[in-house]
């Protein structure tokens, strides 16, 4: 069987293809044949070794989260789930390997692939989607008299919360790049301003929530934006603001894992068409070693970049 994999942390040319088995089925997880493996930052960052405290020093490592497939076999101790079934999911951080012809993932970071959804759609879902219903629907709450500002809004976890929040009957203001804000002519959207634009930004404030993706907003900013019980909610965490999330009411570090509890509504949602994931690329596994560095490096197009088996 062949995945992408790394002998050590470091940058791209750290990456090879590599043949590994998988160890015999735990009782809790599932075996998928990957069709489609959609790729996420945090892929490279893993390998870069951001994560090392988790990801730890056993090598060869294998790459990759999001993936979408075909069940192969079901664990001793998994209900619900059957051999054939089309499902998406995401693997733990400290185990990867979605980059690959099969993967074991933990049943409950697997759900059933909505008929409406083709494999590539679905592998999109899991850590974007997730990242964005534990910032809007969770922690901010997001209904009709909201106002809420995405800082970052045309990447994969920006577009879902907007999705969700504008379902939710938000009002939503968006800050993209110049060469991004021509996405924004949806009737909806309330306004879309540059990044950094902090006069127009409060203009259209205050705001109930902002959402920063990028991590590039500055926090003093982020907060005088907000009304009195806002919150700024983060997801690019360095360790001073891990440390400012833990203390203050109006800030807090989100993270991905707190919203895969609620990949069965994540479906839904795709299911019904309220969550949309924006493909820039599918293309053959056997590509995914420049596919990777490309989207790594700036260099894809916009959207989710999809590993086609
Ligand atoms: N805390 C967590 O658990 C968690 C979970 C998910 C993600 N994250 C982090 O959040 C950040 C955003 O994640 P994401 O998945 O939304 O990232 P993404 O889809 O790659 O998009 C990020 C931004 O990059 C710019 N961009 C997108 N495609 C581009 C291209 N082809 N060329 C140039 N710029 C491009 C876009 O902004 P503009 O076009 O406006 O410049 C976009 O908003 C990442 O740093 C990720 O690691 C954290």
């Known amino acids: 069987m062949k995945r992408v994999q790394f002998n050590r942390y ?10 590994y088995s998988l160890p015999k089925l735990a009782p809790g997880r599932i075996r998928v044949r990957v069709k489609a493996a959609a790729l996420n930052p945090l892929d490279w960052k893993i390998r870069r070794g951001v994560m090392r405290l988790a990801t730890g020093r056993r090598f060869p490592q294998g790459m990759g989260s999001d993936f979408a497939g075909v069940i192969e076999a079901v664990g001793s101790k998994v209900m619900g789930f059957h051999v054939g079934e089309e499902v998406f999911g995401t693997v733990e951080i400290r185990r990867q390997g979605a980059f690959a012809e099969l993967v074991d993932a933990d049943a409950r970071l697997v759900v059933r692939k909505p008929r409406s959804l083709s494999f590539s759609e679905a592998a999109c879902l899991p850590i974007p989607s997730a990242t964005a219903w534990a910032a809007i629907v969770t922690a901010a709450k997001v209904g009709p008299y909201s106002r809420i500002l995405i800082n970052g809004a045309s990447g994969a976890v920006g577009r879902s919360a907007m999705q969700l929040a504008l379902t939710n009957g938000a009002e939503v203001v968006v800050a993209a790049s110049r060469t991004s804000l021509g996405q924004f002519n949806d009737a909806a959207i309330k306004a879309a301003c540059l990044y950094g634009d902090i006069t127009a930004l409060a203009a259209h404030g205050p705001y109930d929530a902002v959402f920063d993706t990028l991590g ?94």
């Open 216 to 309: 590039t907003l500055a926090v003093t900013d982020g907060l005088k934006l907000l009304r009195t019980g806002g919150r700024f909610l983060d997801i690019n965490p360095s360790p001073s603001r891990i440390v400012k999330g833990l203390f203050s009411g109006r800030y807090k570090m989100i993270f991905a894992t707190a919203g895969f509890k609620y990949l069965p509504d994540i479906a839904i949602a795709a299911g019904e068409g309220i969550l949309r994931p924006t493909i820039g690329l599918e293309t053959p596994f056997s590509d995914a070693l420049t596919a990777i560095r490309d989207a790594e490096l700036g260099q894809s197009p916009s959207g989710r970049i999809v590993l086609i088996l």
């Open 10 to 19: 470091g940058g791209p040319e750290q990456m090879s293809f590599g043949d």
